[in-house]
């Protein structure tokens, strides 16, 4: 399993493995250890809105249940996750392109579309049918080490409940 098989069937299905939205936290945790809550969670444990974090993967929750989940990549670099989503790997190099990532897709026979609301000066986004996974392209920053600095990288992919 490679970072572009899990994206792209994160993609595809709206999960990652057995998480997915709307499933409860202690049940994540029970899947993925304990989680690192947002320093807002520590203030107020019964706030909601904000994520729990395993290294590059988040968990936003909502009333004690999982109401969305990401993973940020920055260009570049690695990412480190949990090995129930990437297994056999402490960390996979997370220098995704736009045109990696869609090509996975249309090779999946996934359909995307540009999502509107998410695109805008050099950012871009599609929104990946029919689970309605959110992706987000970036330029690369300043200190970002990518070999191709005028195209898109991932930055993040998510998926909200309503």
């Not at 969305?68 to 297994?87: A, E, M, N």
């Not at 996979?92 to 579309?113: K, N």
């Not at 690369?140 to 005028?150: I, N, Y």
Request: charged letters at 20%.
């Amino acid at each position: 399993m490679t970072l572009m098989n899990v994206l792209v069937d994160f993609a595809r299905t709206g999960r990652i493995g057995p998480l997915h939205c709307g499933m409860p936290l202690a049940e994540a945790e029970d899947l993925l250890g304990p989680g690192r809550p947002h320093p807002a969670i520590r203030m107020r444990p019964d706030i909601d809105g904000y994520p729990y974090a395993w290294n590059g993967l988040e968990l936003v929750v909502t009333r004690r249940l999982v109401s969305g989940i990401s993973i940020r990549l920055r260009p570049g670099s690695t990412t480190k996750l949990p090995p129930l989503v990437l297994p056999d790997s402490e960390s996979y190099p997370s220098t995704v392109l736009r045109e990696d990532l869609i090509s996975g897709l249309d090779a999946a026979d996934c359909r995307h579309d540009v999502n509107d609301r998410l695109t805008f000066g050099e950012q871009s986004s599609i929104l990946a049918q029919p689970a309605n996974v959110c992706a987000v392209f970036f330029p690369p920053g300043r200190d970002d080490h990518v070999p191709h600095r005028e195209r898109l990288y991932l930055g993040v992919i998510h998926k909200h409940t309503a």
